[in-house]
């Protein structure tokens, strides 16, 4: 199947067939590119996360001292 995504002979887009050495190199211990992608990403959802939980307890704090 890898060989009808991406034949050795041909790489439709640049960078995808590990031909680069950064690919080579990251494949060697085993970290792909969409990992570093992801890892990039993971501080970004963190601060939603915060702010989600921060959401949750101003409506929290705001309903506990309406009724009480």
């Known amino acids: 199947m890898a060989n ?3 034949p050795k002979e041909e790489c439709p887009v640049v960078g ?3 031909k680069d050495i950064v690919s ?3 494949a060697k211990v085993g ?3 969409s990992m570093l992608i992801t890892l ?3 501080p970004f959802s963190w ?3 915060v702010w989600v939980a ?3 307890k101003s ?4 309903a506990t001292t309406a009724v009480g």
């Open 24 to 26: 080579k190199s990251l």
């Open 59 to 62: 409506i929290w704090d705001a």
């Open 4 to 6: 009808k995504i991406c």
């Open 16 to 18: 995808t067939c590990e």
């Open 40 to 42: 990039a990403l993971l």
């Open 47 to 49: 601060d939603g996360v």
């Open 54 to 56: 921060s959401a949750f």
């Open 31 to 33: 970290v792909c590119r």
